[in-house]
Nanobody, 124 residues
Framework: QVQLVESGGGLVQAGGSLRLSCAAS????????MGWFRQAPGKEREFVAA????????TYADSVKGRFTISRDNAKNTVYLQMNSLKPEDTAVYYC?????????????????WGQGTQVTVSS
């Protein structure tokens, strides 16, 4: 079992930055691919970014590539999402998720554990 708790969301102006954190419980954090997803009002949940167990492999949605960076600290059981140059269309609830895999995946169905989400609002 893995429990995930996100933090770091909030209200920011367009062009600003936020860093989301996701703290995981359990001693097997390093065995999981970690991902970030988001869901805007009235839209389906979509993939944002994912990272493999040691940070050596990452993948991003085209909409955030070059602006967002995912990273992890296995010693702290934490994964981060640094978000720069934020746009109003980045407004959503952001979810952290864990997948029992070796290779990064963009498919939400591959993720077994999910956090409760943190709200990110970008004003224009």
């Amino acid at each position: 079992q893995v429990q995930l708790v996100e933090s770091g969301g909030g209200l920011v102006q367009a062009g600003g930055s936020l860093r989301l954190s996701c703290a995981a419980s359990g001693r097997t954090f390093s065995r999981y691919v970690m991902g970030w997803f988001r869901q805007a009002p009235g839209k389906e949940r979509e993939f944002v970014a994912a990272i493999n167990w040691n940070g050596g492999s990452t993948t991003y949605a085209d909409s955030v590539k070059g602006r967002f960076t995912i990273s992890r600290d296995n010693a702290k059981n934490t994964v981060y999402l640094q978000m720069n140059s934020l746009k109003p269309e980045d407004t959503a609830v952001y979810y952290c998720a864990a997948a029992p895999r070796v290779v990064v995946t963009t498919i939400s169905g591959d993720y077994s554990y999910w956090g409760q989400g943190t709200q990110v609002t970008v004003s224009s």
